[in-house]
């Protein structure tokens, strides 16, 4: 299991099906061959198959994850939609205590003004004052959110006011090969901050299951 910096983010593994030898015999089957045990004659045609976007058989291992993320960033997460399926908690059933992400005194980037999206590594001027500033506007959604459950409002309606710094947590089920395209993308130098971490605890937590397939799908030659 990973955890994010802040203790509350994390990404679980809940179940696995496949493994390197999977990938094989999906490609073999081509052939009507099977490989009962997993060879370096099979790590290089793994190798031949990533490197010649043969990627079908790829997908033919699966894996079940139970990732808990800020809202802003699942919305990203979610725009990922090949191989996946998810079933994300809702606020029209339940109504415990909201959990928000705030950003970090450091994570509060300047905004690049040669981008239409993504942010300087340096933090804005006054980074310490705007922190406090979101953490309150945060507490003071919480509290909101509360008094309107109090008062007999609906939770589907009262949610209107959590912000986008909510935690939302969801299983997710996906292919191998669905998960390495997510990797590439999130991890690249455009790629917001806070997603990458997440991505990268992907590729920490699925290569030791699929040490050769990540590795021929996620190789930068």
Known sequence: MWSAEDGIGSVEVIEVFGNDLTVVNAARVSFAK???????????????????KHTS?????????????????????????IGFARNEVSRRYVDSEPELWFPSVDGLRERDPK???????????GAEEIQKEIKDAGLQTISLYNSLLARGVAPEIARACLPQGMYTEFIETGSLAAYARLWELRTDPGAQREIAAYARAIETLLLPYFPVSWAALTTTE
Request: aromatic share 12%.
């Open 34 to 52: 099977e490989s009962s045990e997993f060879t370096e004659r099979d790590s290089g045609l793994i190798r031949y198959l990533a490197k010649h």
């Open 115 to 125: 981008l239409k999206q993504g942010s300087k590594e340096t933090a804005v001027s």
């Open 57 to 81: 058989p790829f997908f033919h291992p699966q894996v079940r994850l139970r990732i808990k993320m800020p809202l802003f960033i699942a919305r990203e997460w979610f725009r990922h939609t």
